[in-house]
């Protein structure tokens, strides 16, 4: 069993998520380049990778992440920043499901705009 938010899996016997408190599925949809995913995010700073997954994570929101790898070949250092700011060269997207992508960008919207986000005020 898992669920459809977090996609944690799940023992049998085990019907609601505790952490999202969704009725758990048999099968989780497809999260991949067949998936119907839209970007939200892309970077050339490998620094700020680790920071959007993290906003990601903490939302529950599954996410692709496509170029990582060649962008982790880039030194880090001024020249990262350098490509980053000017939009050319290597750069990683940050996809996410299109029913999340309004909340995704709205989560991300700080480091967009070279911000971090700051804490949340407890209501």
């Known amino acids: 069993m ?53 906003v990601l994570d903490a939302a529950r929101i599954p996410y692709l992440v496509q170029g990582e790898e060649a962008l982790s ?8 920043a350098g490509i980053s700011q000017s939009g050319r060269g290597l750069a990683a997207t940050v996809r996410v499901e299109k029913g999340r992508a309004q909340e995704a960008e709205e989560l991300l919207r700080p480091l967009a705009e070279g911000g971090y986000p700051s804490e949340r005020e407890e209501a």
């Open 73 to 80: 070949m880039l030194p880090v250092g001024r020249w990262g």
């Open 2 to 54: 898992y669920c459809p938010d977090c996609r944690a899996e799940y023992r049998e016997g085990i019907e609601t998520c505790p952490d999202c408190e969704v009725v758990l599925v048999v099968e989780l949809p497809p999260v991949g380049p067949d998936a119907d995913l839209v970007p939200v995010f892309e970077t050339a700073d490998v620094s700020l990778l680790p920071v959007v997954t993290s």
